[in-house]
């Protein structure tokens, strides 16, 4: 299994996640479309927060089900928090803010969460 680092923009939050990234998901939904991250789920229990998590932010809206984690320096959104269907912990990777990633050789998924 690979372990990734990643950080934000300024580098104040930084992390790594452990597996193999084989897509990502663009999403449209309001947020997703204006952040324009890529999308990599991963089980929560993966991610290792190198940063204590009281230097993040934290953004909810709508059903407020979706922790988007952002750094309040730089704004830069490197992950989010959430439920997979089945219930269990999954951390949401922007694949931009893993270091050495060659974006151009991950298959991107579209998703239509403007309309759900």
């Not at 952040?35 to 929560?44: D, M, Q, T, V």
């Not at 984690?69 to 951390?91: L, M, Q, S, T, W």
């Not at 694949?95 to 050789?105: P, Q, S, T």
Request: aromatic letters at 6%.
């Amino acid at each position: 299994m690979t372990t990734h680092q990643g950080s934000c923009h300024c580098g104040r939050v930084k992390f790594e996640v452990d597996g193999e990234i084989d897509s990502a998901l663009s999403c449209n939904c309001s947020i997703c479309e204006r952040k324009g991250s890529l999308l990599w789920f991963a089980p929560r229990a993966s991610l290792r927060l190198l940063t204590p998590e009281s230097e993040l932010a934290n953004y909810t809206f709508n059903k407020h089900v979706i922790q988007h984690r952002f750094c309040p320096n730089c704004g830069i959104h490197p992950y989010g928090e959430g439920k997979a269907p089945n219930g269990d912990a999954v951390a949401a990777v922007n694949i931009r803010c893993i270091e050495g990633i060659d974006l151009a050789a991950v298959p991107v998924q579209h998703y239509d969460g403007r309309s759900k």
